[in-house]
C-alpha cells in the first residue's frame, strides 16, 4: 500500500516545479490527473518531445478547453471527488477560469488546494510571472555564483524550481495530514521567491551579522578554507574542509606534517587569511596525483571529498546505478527518455513507475466515462472541441 493510494489529484501545473510535485505524489501513490490545454503544455516540444515525459511519469492525461462551457464543467466533477488541487497560473488568472480558492473550496470544503507561483498570492510583486533564473538573480543566488572576482553566473540547473517542487509535494502531504485531524481542506500557498530566500538562508544570517554581501569565490567559499575544487592529474577533486578537525585530518591523510605545524593554518580564520598562500599549496601537491590516488587516501581518512564529475560521468557511476537513480523509460515516437528517479526510499512503500507519462489527453475518455459522461456526450464535447483525446 502506497502512502497516497485512494487520493485524487488534479494538476494543472506545467514546466518544472508544479509538475515535480505531481510527479513526487504520482509516485507515492496518488491518482494523479495531468490537466492540460488541448495543444498540450508549452514545454512539450522541448527536448525532441521528451522534456513532459521526464516529469510527469504516474500520471493520466486530461485535455480540456477551461475557455469552454464543457471543460469547465468537466473539471468542476473532478473538483467534487478530488483531494487534491494543484495550479501555477499568475495569480487571479485561475479565478478568471472559474477555478480559484474560494470557488473550489465551497463545491470541496475538504480539498487541498495548492498554489505555485513566482511570487505568492499577497505582496507587490504578485502579479509577476515567475521564472527560476528571475528568482536566482532577486534572491541574490547568482550574485553569489561565479568565477572568483568574474561575472556572476546562473546555476546550471533549476535549483529553485525543484526545490519548490519538493516543497510542493510536503505542503500538500502535510496539509492532507491535517485534513484528517480536522476533516478541512486548506490552501497552500508556495511561490519561488520564498523557497529562494529560503535557500539563502545562511547568507542572510551572515549579512544579519556582518552585514556582508557573499562574494563570488567559484567553488570555493568567503568563511572557510580550505574548500574547493582543486585540479589533479586526473579528475578535478573537490575538498570541505569545513573546520580545524577535517583540515588536520587533510594534513595527515596526505602525510603533510609540514602543512599541519604551520601555525598560519592552525585555525579556519587563519587559513581564510592566507587563502593566498594555502590554496596555492594544496593545488602543488594535487597536481602531482590522480584523482584517484588522492580519494584513495581522503575518503577512507573520513575526509569530505568527491570527484567534480560531469552528468556523463555521474549517469555512469557505479553508485548511480546501485541506487537506481536515474530511469528509462521507452516512448513510441521519441525512444528511451532518462529522467531522475525519485530519491524517497520507504521500506513498506517501494516506487514504481506505474504509468508512463501521458500523451495529451491520453486518458480522456476514460476519466470522463468515470466521470459518468456517456460516450455520446464525450463525442459531442470533442467536437465542440471542449476536451481532445489522444
Not at 500500500?1 to 494543472?12: G, K, R
Not at 594535487?286 to 552528468?311: N, R, W
Request: aromatic letters at 6%; one cysteine or more; a neutral charge.
Amino acid at each position: 500500500m502506497l502512502p497516497l493510494s485512494d487520493t485524487l489529484v488534479l494538476d494543472l501545473t506545467q514546466v518544472i516545479a508544479g509538475p515535480t510535485a505531481g510527479q513526487i505524489l504520482g509516485d507515492m501513490g496518488a491518482d494523479v490527473i495531468k490537466v492540460e490545454p488541448l495543444q498540450g503544455e508549452h514545454f512539450r516540444p522541448h527536448f525532441g518531445g521528451a522534456w513532459v515525459p521526464s516529469m510527469n511519469r504516474n500520471k493520466r492525461g486530461l485535455a480540456l478547453d477551461l475557455r469552454t462551457e464543457g471543460g469547465r464543467e468537466v473539471l468542476m466533477r473532478l473538483v467534487k471527488k478530488a483531494d487534491v488541487f494543484m495550479e501555477a497560473f499568475t495569480p487571479g488568472v485561475i479565478d478568471k477560469l472559474g477555478f480559484g480558492w474560494d470557488v473550489v473550496s465551497k463545491a470541496n470544503p475538504r480539498l487541498v488546494y495548492a498554489s505555485v507561483s513566482g511570487y505568492g498570492q499577497t505582496g507587490p510583486y504578485s502579479p509577476r510571472a515567475g521564472y527560476d533564473p528571475c528568482i536566482q538573480a532577486e534572491v541574490g543566488l547568482m550574485d553569489a555564483t561565479g568565477p572568483f572576482q568574474g561575472e556572476m553566473c546562473r546555476v546550471g540547473t533549476a535549483p529553485i524550481d525543484y526545490c519548490t517542487g519538493s516543497f510542493c509535494a510536503a505542503g500538500i502531504a502535510f496539509a492532507l495530514l491535517g485534513r484528517a485531524k480536522t476533516g478541512k481542506g486548506q490552501r497552500l500557498d508556495l511561490s519561488l521567491f520564498d523557497v529562494g530566500m529560503h535557500m539563502m538562508s545562511h547568507w542572510i544570517t551572515n549579512h544579519g551579522l556582518t552585514g556582508e554581501n557573499p562574494e563570488r569565490m567559484g567553488t570555493s567559499n568567503t568563511i572557510l578554507c580550505p574548500l574547493r575544487v582543486f585540479p589533479t592529474r586526473t579528475q578535478p577533486v573537490f575538498v570541505a574542509g569545513t573546520n580545524d578537525a577535517f583540515w588536520r585530518l587533510l594534513c595527515t591523510a596526505l602525510g603533510r606534517q609540514d602543512w599541519l605545524g604551520d601555525e598560519r593554518f592552525a585555525t579556519n580564520a587563519g587559513r581564510v587569511a592566507h587563502r593566498a598562500v594555502l590554496e596555492p599549496m594544496i593545488e602543488a601537491h594535487f597536481l602531482q596525483h590522480t584523482a584517484d590516488e588522492l580519494l584513495d587516501k581522503l575518503i577512507p581518512a573520513g575526509m569530505p571529498c568527491s570527484a567534480a564529475y560531469k552528468v556523463s560521468d555521474v549517469m555512469a557511476n557505479a553508485h548511480t546505478k546501485a541506487r537506481g537513480s536515474v530511469l528509462e523509460i521507452d516512448y513510441p515516437g521519441i525512444g528511451p527518455v532518462k529522467s531522475a528517479a525519485n530519491p524517497i526510499r520507504l521500506s513498506d512503500a517501494p516506487v514504481e513507475t506505474r504509468r508512463k507519462s501521458p500523451m495529451v489527453g491520453e486518458h480522456t475518455i476514460e476519466i470522463m466515462r468515470d466521470l459518468g459522461y456517456s460516450d455520446s456526450d464525450i463525442a459531442t464535447l470533442r467536437a465542440a472541441k471542449a476536451v481532445a483525446s489522444a
